[in-house]
């Protein structure tokens, strides 16, 4: 079928297909699935990170993250950010690759994330998942041993855990959502060690650990909480609170 009525060209993530997709449940992991977006993160994504997703060979900074149709990122550049997209919160991911409205200011891809909003009936979620070294391959091989590399890069931790609820404070007329999520991975260096020499005011110079590899280690938590109001069967007021900490407890040779 062709829609002789728009000249838009979007698609549409229901939460149901979010959440059942292999991939963290985080805007930067998504923005891919969409044909012609490269992003700035082509690597195993982990966990939220800031990512530029430019489309259709534009410019790098033309990318938009949206939430319930207001920008998330700087005020003046529209930059990236790390907003964490919790998917047992949304409704519905809007991806708008050209011929948006007026609400944007560029004609780059448009990532627009709708939260729910409660019902009449209490309904709630519980999402867990995670991995381990023990459960990935080794690619270390003989062509990488000859160029000096001496071990793996394996994630030695990845997991995300998010609940929610919602239902009614009035029937047909208030309802409630409430959701809390929290998410981490672990990612040994390569060829990177703790210093043998550290804190020995004798020795100046660096000598490789080799029991001790350095590590990347990120944490994201979040909590959310919306109340809508539905004023006349036209009319409908929400107040929408995400707060976000990323990187409660970073350690080891993550950047601050």
Same mark, same amino acid.
């Given at each position: 079928?062709?829609?002789?009525?728009?000249?838009?060209?979007a698609? /549409?993530?229901? @939460?149901d297909?979010?959440? !059942?997709?292999?991939?963290?449940?985080?805007?930067?992991?998504?923005?891919? $699935?969409?044909?012609?977006v490269?992003?700035t993160?082509?690597? !195993?994504?982990?966990?939220? /990170?800031?990512?530029?997703?430019?489309? %259709?060979?534009?410019?790098?900074?033309?990318?938009?993250l949206?939430?319930?149709?207001?920008?998330?990122?700087?005020?003046? #550049?529209?930059?990236?950010?790390?907003y964490?997209?919790? @998917?047992g919160? /949304?409704?519905?991911i809007?991806?708008?690759? @050209?011929?948006? $409205?007026?609400?944007t200011?560029s004609?780059g891809?448009v990532?627009?994330?709708?939260?729910?909003?409660g019902?009449?009936?209490? %309904?709630?979620?519980?999402?867990?998942?995670?991995?381990?070294?023990?459960?990935?391959?080794?690619? $270390?091989? +003989?062509?990488?041993k000859?160029?000096?590399?001496?071990?793996?890069? +394996?994630?030695?931790?990845?997991?995300?855990?998010?609940?929610?609820?919602g239902?009614?404070? &009035?029937?047909?007329?208030?309802?409630?959502?409430?959701?809390?999520h929290?998410?981490?991975?672990?990612?040994?260096?390569?060829?990177?060690?703790?210093?043998l020499n550290?804190g020995?005011?004798?020795?100046?110079?660096?000598? +490789?650990? &080799?029991?001790?590899? &350095?590590? #990347?280690?990120?944490?994201?938590?979040? @909590?959310?909480?919306?109340?809508?109001?539905?004023?006349t069967?036209?009319?409908?007021?929400?107040?929408?609170?995400d707060?976000?900490?990323l990187?409660?407890?970073?350690?080891? =040779?993550? +950047? =601050?």
């Open positions: 079928a062709v829609d002789v009525r728009s000249a838009g060209a698609t /549409t993530l229901p @939460a297909v979010v959440k !059942v997709l292999p991939t963290v449940r985080s805007y930067n992991a998504l923005v891919v $699935l969409i044909p012609g490269v992003t993160t082509n690597d !195993v994504v982990t966990g939220t /990170t800031t990512t530029q997703f430019p489309i %259709h060979g534009g410019r790098i900074n033309e990318g938009r949206m939430l319930d149709g207001v920008p998330v990122g700087g005020a003046s #550049s529209n930059s990236p950010t790390s964490v997209m919790d @998917a919160a /949304t409704e519905e809007n991806f708008t690759a @050209a011929g948006g $409205l007026g609400e200011d004609g891809l990532v627009n994330i709708v939260p729910k909003t019902g009449n009936s209490t %309904h709630g979620s519980l999402f867990v998942s995670g991995t381990g070294e023990k459960l990935q391959s080794n690619n $270390l091989t +003989p062509v990488l000859n160029q000096g590399v001496t071990a793996a890069s +394996p994630l030695s931790k990845v997991y995300d855990v998010s609940g929610t609820i239902g009614p404070i &009035a029937r047909d007329r208030v309802w409630y959502f409430v959701t809390a929290r998410g981490g991975s672990t990612t040994d260096s390569t060829d990177v060690y703790y210093n550290a020995d005011p004798a020795k100046w110079l660096y000598a +490789p650990d &080799a029991s001790r590899r &350095a590590y #990347s280690d990120r944490l994201f938590e979040n @909590a959310s909480a919306r109340v809508t109001w539905q004023i069967p036209r009319n409908k007021v929400s107040a929408f609170w707060e976000q900490t990187c409660r407890t970073c350690t080891g =040779a993550t +950047p =601050a």
